[in-house]
């Protein structure tokens, strides 16, 4: 490390402040850190300005990653990481280093902790040691202004599927970049691109963790939009429905650098002594190559073709002995087919993530509805085959009802009990619709709910996970009653079995338990998460993404643990309940924030659910901090973020990019 003199630095700093303003673009955030300032005339002004100096007068980075120090071993030594995005050039990364040395200087003149971010660079430094550390906060979300209109389910679906993909392939790669860029086909003739990328000191498992984190934070910064990303010190995401980044990116990412061992000495021109064992071990390995390779042919080709048989087999017919049970249920096409008017559209109920719901007619004058599965779905079979096995088994009246199914050819039909009211959501998240559910009906659906899934749980024959209870699979008959409805993505458990995992996480931001979104971990303690945030929902009247509370917009857990901790639950309760019981609502509040608990083993049965929510003898535990707690502050102006780091807070005005508006920020849990 080279310092410059002592009396210089203070001049230095104020060049790099002063150089702020004639540079590019202003950051998209930054955040001066809260563990102590330091002088400008001591030692560890001295160090940082080297450090700085040397990002800005370095002539090259090593795949847009710095890690540099100064001061080691002494009480003012100081490290930083600079890394550039993984899609950017070298003229492009040095340029926003450039920028970013004396913009962190200007804003941050006396800490001895910063970070700052712009579009195509992060540089932070600190005190204390940074380099291969995971660390989640600060962190700040960006989300595109427009919103996903239609297939909300299978746009989430699709960006879980991406994002989750390319997680793998960022955590796994080498020491000097841990970056992926990918596409898929999202709904409504869309392409959703997505970037993941790590500082790559980060080990596989601390990239993992990091990306895992991030995307679980879409709900709360990203809900319904067309795009937006979640930026953290350690890794950070994007997602668009238009090409973000530099296509070059698609490339395979650059090999690590050369091994330093010296390789082997050349062969001498002495001849062998055993030149004739020397000849045949060449003829040998002559003859061993082409058969290896024409063996691994053959078998690739013998691969390939066992692969499209069993894909092909998949998609044309689902075994018929897997739905033996079920044959007596089976409905003809045509029947089903006049009953819908063809599939008419002024028959459609709505649409899910894997298919069209229409409403039909049958001959005898049965009003039926018809879930017709998309073809063009990968899961399609699966969801299938999981809800005709799964519900024709279940009878309980606060589950939809099966009556019956129709596979021919390419058409995969469930046909079910025409239910008149429609989902809860159309009731719950509409101010109009809302007024008619007073106290008294809210509550039946509580706990017709609750009792449809301790059925689920512990009295039928089986043992299912349904993993995507929300409002708009709550189904409303003509008295009000609720159907838990869409097993597709149900799993079913052994009588004794406790907890399952998943590579693949589906189900929707929000409802979604931190263990399953994060790990894919997954059990009744799932299902019971998922239940208190429809709670929390159908007490509040909104959804759980979008409590408004005034001017303000922040997500419902947050909003319920501040009241709840504040002494104020009562805010929680839509204004239409003003003639409902306020204990009862009360006592429902407290029931579901038991229910969204971060630790999966603090959350109760739905056996205790079903009895605290009936017998009010029942003495309640305190409940513990929920998971996710956010906090989206709103601004008709310039957005505000309020950002956590080491237990105190600090509000900062940005500006909006173009193609960005809300930003929010969590908490760290």
Same mark, same amino acid.
């Given at each position: 490390?080279?310092?410059?003199?002592?009396?210089?630095?203070?001049?230095?700093?104020?060049?790099?402040?002063?150089?702020?303003?004639?540079?590019?673009?202003?950051?998209?955030?930054?955040?001066?850190?809260?563990?102590? &300032?330091?002088?400008?005339?001591?030692?560890?002004?001295?160090?940082?300005?080297?450090?700085?100096?040397?990002?800005?007068?370095?002539?090259?980075?090593?795949?847009?990653?710095?890690?540099?120090?100064?001061?080691?071993?002494?009480?003012?030594?100081?490290?930083?990481?600079?890394?550039?995005?993984?899609?950017?050039?070298?003229?492009?990364?040095?340029?926003?280093?450039?920028?970013?040395?004396?913009?962190?200087?200007?804003?941050?003149?006396?800490?001895?902790?910063?970070?700052?971010? @712009?579009?195509?660079?992060?540089?932070?430094?600190?005190?204390?040691?940074?380099?291969?550390? =995971?660390?989640?906060?600060?962190?700040?979300? %960006?989300?595109?202004?427009?919103?996903?209109?239609?297939?909300?389910?299978?746009?989430?679906?699709? %960006?879980?599927?991406?994002?989750?993909?390319?997680?793998?392939?960022?955590?796994?790669?080498?020491?000097?970049?841990?970056?992926?860029?990918?596409?898929?086909?999202?709904? &409504?003739?869309?392409?959703?691109?997505?970037?993941?990328?790590?500082?790559?000191?980060?080990?596989?498992?601390?990239?993992? &963790?990091?990306?895992?984190?991030?995307?679980?934070?879409?709900?709360?910064?990203?809900?319904?939009?067309?795009?937006?990303? @979640?930026?953290?010190?350690?890794?950070?995401?994007?997602?668009?429905?238009?090409?973000?980044?530099?296509?070059?990116?698609?490339?395979?990412?650059?090999?690590?650098? $050369?091994?330093?061992?010296?390789?082997?000495?050349?062969?001498?021109?002495?001849?062998?002594?055993?030149?004739?064992?020397?000849?045949?071990?060449?003829?040998?390995?002559?003859?061993?190559?082409?058969?290896?390779?024409?063996?691994?042919?053959?078998?690739?080709?013998?691969?390939?073709?066992?692969?499209?048989?069993?894909?092909?087999?998949?998609?044309?017919?689902?075994?018929?002995?897997?739905?033996?049970?079920?044959?007596?249920?089976?409905?003809?096409?045509?029947?089903?087919?006049?009953?819908?008017?063809?599939?008419?559209?002024?028959?459609?109920?709505?649409?899910?993530?894997?298919?069209?719901?229409?409403?039909?007619?049958?001959?005898?004058?049965?009003?039926?509805?018809?879930?017709?599965?998309?073809?063009?779905?990968?899961?399609?079979?699966?969801?299938?085959?999981?809800?005709?096995?799964?519900?024709?088994?279940?009878?309980?009246?606060?589950?939809?009802?099966?009556?019956?199914?129709?596979?021919?050819?390419?058409?995969?039909?469930?046909?079910?009990?025409?239910?008149? &009211?429609?989902?809860?959501?159309?009731?719950?998240?509409?101010?109009?619709?809302? #007024?008619?559910?007073?106290?008294?009906?809210?509550?039946?659906?509580?706990?017709?709910?609750?009792?449809?899934?301790?059925?689920?749980?512990?009295?039928?024959?089986?043992?299912?996970?349904?993993?995507?209870?929300?409002?708009?699979?709550?189904?409303?008959?003509?008295?009000?009653?609720?159907?838990?409805?869409?097993?597709?993505?149900?799993?079913?458990?052994?009588?004794?079995?406790?907890?399952?995992?998943?590579?693949?996480?589906?189900?929707?931001?929000?409802?979604?338990?931190?263990?399953?979104?994060?790990?894919?971990?997954?059990?009744?303690?799932?299902?019971?998460?998922?239940?208190?945030?429809?709670?929390? $929902?159908?007490? #509040?009247?909104?959804?759980?993404?979008?409590?408004?509370?005034?001017?303000?917009?922040?997500?419902?857990?947050?909003?319920?643990?501040?009241?709840?901790?504040?002494?104020?639950?009562?805010?929680?309760?839509?204004?239409?309940?003003?003639?409902?019981?306020?204990?009862?609502?009360?006592?429902?509040?407290?029931?579901?924030?038991?229910?969204?608990?971060?630790?999966?083993?603090?959350?109760?049965? =739905?056996?205790?659910?079903?009895?605290? %929510?009936?017998?009010?003898?029942?003495?309640?535990?305190?409940?513990?901090?929920?998971?996710?707690?956010?906090?989206?502050?709103?601004?008709?102006?310039? #957005?505000?973020? =309020?950002?956590?780091?080491?237990?105190?807070?600090?509000?900062?005005?940005?500006?909006?990019?173009?193609?960005?508006?809300?930003?929010?920020?969590?908490?760290?849990?």
């Amino acid at each position: 490390m080279i310092a410059p003199p002592r009396s210089a630095v203070p001049l230095l700093l104020s060049l790099l402040a002063l150089a702020t303003s004639a540079h590019g673009a202003d950051p998209l955030y930054y955040f001066c850190g809260t563990n102590g &300032n330091f002088t400008a005339n001591g030692t560890y002004g001295d160090n940082l300005n080297a450090l700085l100096t040397s990002v800005i007068t370095a002539t090259a980075a090593d795949y847009g990653f710095y890690n540099l120090s100064a001061g080691s071993g002494s009480a003012d030594a100081i490290n930083a990481i600079a890394l550039c995005r993984g899609d950017v050039g070298a003229a492009d990364c040095r340029s926003c280093l450039n920028d970013s040395a004396p913009a962190i200087a200007g804003r941050c003149p006396v800490q001895k902790e910063a970070i700052i971010w @712009y579009d195509n660079c992060m540089l932070r430094y600190s005190n204390r040691s940074i380099f291969r550390a =995971m660390e989640d906060l600060p962190a700040f979300g %960006l989300a595109n202004p427009n919103n996903v209109t239609n297939n909300v389910d299978q746009f989430n679906q699709v %960006l879980r599927n991406l994002t989750d993909g390319l997680r793998d392939r960022a955590a796994n790669g080498n020491s000097t970049r841990k970056f992926a860029v990918g596409n898929a086909t999202a709904p &409504n003739f869309q392409t959703l691109f997505g970037l993941v990328q790590c500082t790559p000191d980060l080990s596989q498992q601390q990239c993992d &963790n990091c990306l895992v984190n991030a995307i679980g934070k879409i709900p709360w910064c990203c809900d319904q939009k067309q795009g937006g990303r @979640y930026v953290t010190p350690s890794c950070n995401i994007r997602f668009e429905v238009y090409r973000f980044f530099d296509p070059s990116a698609y490339e395979s990412p650059p090999s690590p650098p $050369e091994s330093t061992v010296s390789p082997p000495p050349p062969p001498t021109n002495n001849p062998s002594p055993k030149g004739k064992d020397t000849n045949s071990g060449r003829i040998a390995l002559i003859i061993t190559i082409p058969a290896v390779g024409l063996s691994l042919l053959v078998a690739g080709i013998l691969c390939i073709c066992l692969r499209s048989r069993r894909l092909k087999k998949n998609f044309e017919t689902v075994p018929v002995d897997e739905i033996s049970n079920a044959e007596s249920l089976q409905f003809d096409l045509n029947i089903i087919r006049e009953a819908t008017n063809d599939f008419s559209d002024s028959n459609k109920l709505g649409q899910g993530g894997f298919g069209v719901v229409y409403k039909g007619t049958l001959a005898n004058g049965q009003v039926i509805a018809v879930k017709r599965l998309s073809v063009d779905l990968g899961q399609g079979d699966q969801e299938f085959k999981n809800e005709v096995l799964l519900v024709a088994r279940l009878q309980h009246r606060n589950l939809v009802r099966l009556l019956g199914f129709c596979l021919e050819g390419r058409e995969r039909l469930l046909i079910y009990e025409f239910v008149p &009211n429609s989902s809860l959501d159309h009731f719950i998240y509409d101010p109009v619709r809302r #007024s008619r559910l007073d106290w008294e009906r809210r509550q039946k659906i509580i706990g017709g709910i609750a009792r449809g899934l301790l059925y689920l749980h512990e009295d039928s024959q089986l043992r299912i996970i349904h993993r995507d209870l929300k409002a708009s699979n709550i189904l409303l008959d003509a008295e009000m009653n609720p159907k838990i409805s869409d097993f597709g993505t149900a799993r079913l458990f052994a009588v004794d079995q406790t907890q399952d995992a998943t590579s693949r996480v589906v189900g929707t931001y929000g409802y979604m338990a931190p263990e399953y979104a994060m790990h894919g971990l997954f059990s009744v303690k799932s299902d019971v998460f998922s239940f208190g945030v429809l709670l929390l $929902e159908i007490i #509040s009247g909104q959804k759980s993404s979008h409590f408004c509370n005034g001017n303000t917009t922040e997500d419902l857990l947050s909003y319920a643990w501040r009241s709840w901790r504040e002494g104020t639950p009562s805010d929680l309760i839509d204004p239409n309940l003003a003639d409902g019981s306020r204990t009862e609502m009360l006592r429902c509040i407290h029931v579901g924030l038991l229910c969204v608990q971060e630790i999966e083993a603090d959350r109760p049965t =739905m056996g205790a659910v079903v009895l605290m %929510l009936s017998s009010y003898s029942t003495t309640l535990p305190l409940p513990s901090r929920p998971a996710f707690i956010s906090s989206i502050p709103e601004s008709n102006t310039a #957005s505000r973020v =309020m950002v956590t780091h080491s237990n105190q807070s600090e509000n900062k005005e940005i500006r909006e990019s173009v193609n960005e508006a809300s930003i929010t920020e969590l908490y760290p849990r």
